[in-house]
């Protein structure tokens, strides 16, 4: 078993960045892949990101590829998000979420949750 924490979320002006850390006690979290999803209010969550137990593969949604950098270090229990050129859009809580599969799309099953961190991007 593994529990997950957010940090970083914040206020931000359109085209600045923000990095979103999700820290892990427990269970090693290199025993995991792991993903970042968001949800806004009256919206689904989403998947955002997500990254193999070794860091050596990645997956990004559409909206985000170019912008968004997900990243781990496992020697410090950690999983970031970089993200970039935030848009209003981007606005949401963001979760960081375990998976036991090997290569976390959207469609896999994620077993743990954190309890999110809130991301707000003005105009």
């Known amino acids: 078993q593994v529990q997950l924490v957010e940090s970083g979320g914040g206020l931000v002006q359109a085209g600045g960045s923000l990095r979103l850390s999700c820290a892990a006690s427990?269970?090693?979290?290199?025993?995991?892949?792991m993903g970042w999803f968001r949800q806004a209010p009256g919206k689904e969550r989403e998947f955002v990101a997500g990254?193999?137990?070794?860091?050596?593969?990645?997956s990004y949604s559409d909206s985000v590829k170019a912008r968004f950098t997900i990243s781990r270090d496992n020697a410090k229990n950690t999983v970031y998000l970089q993200m970039n050129s935030l848009q209003p859009e981007d606005t949401a809580a963001y979760y960081c979420?375990?998976?036991?599969?090997?290569?976390?799309?959207?469609?896999?099953?994620?077993?743990?949750w954190g309890q999110g961190t809130q991301v707000t991007v003005s105009s």
């Open positions: 979420a375990a998976s036991g599969a090997s290569y976390p799309t959207g469609t896999v099953s994620y077993d743990y």
């Open positions: 427990g269970r090693t979290l290199n025993t995991y892949a």
């Open positions: 990254i193999s137990r070794r860091g050596s593969w990645t």
